[in-house]
């Protein structure tokens, strides 16, 4: 069997994929073992970085950025396990967070698998871009794909990591945004099933059955609205943690500025009914207004 068939194949992709995360995650903590000493969030954020760099050499090496697609959701779930049993933190406010993270990280990374094609099919969006920067495109490549997705979330789960570290048993409040957050998980996963079901029996269409009748993103609602608990479930245990927000609002101003109108005009292209749709639904809330409404 030939290279390009090997590439064709789901099951030799997720066997490609597998032993690469293995051994990310093995050089991410490596490397946070060797910065003993250093400020947690150092230790951390340099991990993650040698864990993305490390994928993103084996995207170069098989041509296909779409090998890092999966890191936005398994490297979470990684890194806070394994700061909270390096920390024995086992109190009740910790368990809730490790469900929520867990239940989003697993959602997102089935989905992924759900979805996955092969390792000859990458993301129309990395297509895109290649195609419009190819002097430059691994730069893009790097730190546009790989890099600044990974900030972002690291910039997310700075909360958890601070919750964490608190160890302080959890009040109502802390159970409130808990069972919130697993609740706008749950959202997602709606969303993305009524998205595929439509899909199937009316390719070509604009979805608008479901809560895709209420807001043209309800799946990105979902992920928006995850951050922004997991940073009020550390608030609800500390207020003087406040200033941790900044990781809430870059991945909400990304799916804002970036996602949102990526995927936007590329609906409108192949399929001219869905300028019609936005003019008649929100794009995130069931309201009216220039940045979540319009």
């Known amino acids: 069997m030939n290279s390009s068939a090997l590439k064709s194949s789901k099951t030799i992709g997720f066997l490609v994929i597998l032993p690469v995360y293995i051994l990310a995650v093995l050089v991410g903590i490596k490397s946070y073992d060797l910065l003993f000493g250093y400020d947690l969030i150092v230790r951390l954020f340099v991990a993650d970085?040698?864990?993305?760099?490390?994928?993103?050499?084996?995207?170069?090496?098989?041509?296909?950025?779409?090998?890092?697609?999966?890191?936005?959701?398994?490297?979470?779930?990684?890194?806070?396990?394994?700061?909270?049993?390096?920390?024995?933190?086992?109190?009740?406010?910790?368990?809730l967070l490790l469900l929520v993270i867990w239940f989003w990280g697993l959602r997102l990374t089935g989905n992924w698998a759900f979805t996955f094609k092969d390792l000859k099919t990458q993301d129309w969006r990395y297509d895109k871009y290649k195609n419009q920067f190819p002097s430059i495109w691994q730069l893009v490549n790097f730190f546009g794909i790989h890099f600044m997705p990974t900030l972002v979330v690291f910039l997310a789960m700075i909360p958890a990591f601070y919750l964490v570290r608190l160890n302080t048993q959890a009040n109502v409040f802390t159970y409130l945004t808990a069972i919130l957050a697993m609740l706008a998980v749950a959202m997602q996963a709606v969303a993305d099933r009524q998205s595929r079901r439509f899909r199937r029996t009316n390719p070509g269409k604009v979805c608008t059955i479901g809560l895709w009748k209420y807001m043209r993103h309800p799946n990105y609602l979902g992920e928006i609205m995850l951050w922004w608990l997991v940073y009020f479930m550390l608030i609800s245990l500390d207020i003087t943690y406040w200033w941790t927000f900044i990781g809430a609002l870059a991945n909400t101003l990304m799916f804002v500025f970036i996602s949102i109108p990526l995927m936007e005009q590329r609906q409108m292209v192949q399929k001219p009914a869905y300028r019609d749709y936005v003019n008649s639904t929100p794009k995130l809330l069931p309201i009216s207004g220039r940045i979540f409404g319009e």
């Open 49 to 95: 970085t040698v864990a993305t760099i490390f994928v993103w050499l084996f995207s170069v090496l098989f041509k296909n950025s779409s090998v890092y697609d999966p890191y936005w959701s398994v490297a979470p779930m990684v890194m806070i396990t394994a700061y909270a049993f390096e920390q024995g933190a086992h109190v009740t406010s910790v368990s």
